[in-house]
């Protein structure tokens, strides 16, 4: 099992990182740059619908998005995933079988527990290999219990549809995201934080683009998305200040 890292001591990304991403969405503003289209199947729009419908159980469980997305978008758990995700539909469970993590798919409240397990142990471990806490953790363990991160969850699951739309919009876009421009979780996080997600989707639902299905619009939504980080959130230099402190609100109008 793979430790979370904390995301509040996440290592920021590295300036060629960001120099790269910038490269990659650049192309809308700058015409003498050329970004390789990347063809998307059905099979990763499934993907993108199974994160969406992780990111609404986590909400449904009781987790604000802006705690969750966070823990989970920079966790090397979810870089486990990545993984999965990124493979072809024939290859996925055969993948899934010899990372043992089967039970990840099939109910989305296990791998929410997962990862807050990992990281209530992790956090109260004094190891330095937090690997092998991990493992001696799990040898001692009796039977599976929640983590304390867990305890005082609603015991009502949450249905406000406005909170669960949003969470599985989220999800979906970010995974959407890197299968987009075959980035990490990590690193699609690094350029698009929750509260310029949360932002972003305020102001699609004020617009046209709010009524029409995000299997439909998700490319159009990404595009102003990443329209906004090259001319707004990064600025000309993917390493420089933003230009525009104040234009997430307006990034989906």
Same mark, same amino acid.
């Given at each position: 099992?793979?430790?979370?890292?904390? =995301?509040?001591?996440?290592?920021?990304?590295?300036?060629?990182?960001?120099?790269?991403?910038?490269?990659?969405?650049?192309?809308?503003?700058?015409?003498?740059?050329?970004?390789?289209?990347?063809?998307?199947?059905?099979?990763?729009?499934?993907?993108?619908?199974?994160?969406?419908? &992780?990111?609404?159980?986590?909400?449904?469980?009781? &987790?604000?998005?802006?705690?969750?997305?966070?823990?989970?978008?920079?966790?090397?758990?979810?870089?486990?995933?990545?993984?999965?995700?990124?493979?072809?539909?024939?290859?996925?469970?055969?993948?899934?079988?010899?990372?043992?993590?089967?039970?990840?798919?099939?109910?989305?409240?296990?791998?929410?527990?997962?990862?807050?397990?990992?990281?209530?142990?992790? %956090?109260?471990?004094?190891?330095?290999?937090?690997?092998?806490? &991990?493992?001696?953790?799990?040898?001692?363990?009796?039977?599976?219990?929640?983590?304390?991160?867990?305890?005082?969850?609603? %015991?009502?699951?949450?249905?406000?549809? %406005?909170?669960? %739309?949003?969470?599985?919009?989220?999800?979906?876009?970010?995974?959407?995201?890197?299968?987009?421009?075959?980035?990490?979780?990590?690193?699609?996080?690094?350029?698009?934080?929750?509260?310029?997600?949360?932002?972003?989707?305020?102001?699609?639902?004020?617009?046209?683009?709010?009524?029409?299905?995000?299997?439909?619009?998700?490319?159009?939504?990404?595009?102003?998305?990443?329209?906004?980080?090259?001319?707004?959130?990064?600025?000309?230099? =993917?390493?420089?200040?933003?230009?525009?402190?104040?234009?997430?609100?307006?990034? &989906?109008?």
């Amino acid at each position: 099992m793979i430790a979370s890292r904390n =995301p509040a001591k996440s290592r920021p990304l590295s300036d060629n990182v960001k120099r790269l991403m910038w490269l990659a969405r650049a192309a809308p503003v700058n015409p003498r740059l050329i970004a390789e289209a990347r063809d998307i199947t059905d099979h990763d729009l499934d993907c993108c619908k199974m994160q969406g419908e &992780l990111f609404m159980e986590a909400m449904s469980m009781g &987790l604000s998005m802006e705690a969750f997305a966070p823990n989970y978008m920079t966790s090397k758990l979810a870089s486990l995933i990545d993984v999965s995700f990124a493979c072809t539909e024939e290859d996925v469970d055969e993948v899934i079988k010899n990372l043992h993590i089967p039970f990840l798919f099939k109910e989305p409240s296990c791998l929410v527990e997962a990862l807050y397990w990992i990281d209530d142990i992790v %956090s109260r471990s004094q190891e330095e290999n937090k690997s092998l806490a &991990l493992t001696k953790a799990l040898s001692e363990m009796d039977k599976p219990t929640l983590p304390a991160a867990l305890a005082v969850l609603p %015991s009502e699951p949450i249905r406000d549809i %406005s909170k669960l %739309s949003y969470a599985y919009w989220l999800g979906y876009v970010y995974r959407y995201e890197c299968v987009l421009h075959e980035e990490s979780s990590r690193m699609v996080y690094g350029a698009f934080d929750e509260k310029t997600m949360r932002e972003a989707y305020a102001s699609l639902i004020r617009s046209p683009l709010g009524e029409v299905d995000l299997k439909d619009s998700v490319a159009e939504i990404c595009r102003r998305l990443d329209k906004h980080l090259v001319e707004n959130i990064w600025g000309n230099k =993917p390493w420089g200040k933003p230009i525009h402190t104040d234009q997430a609100a307006y990034v &989906l109008s």
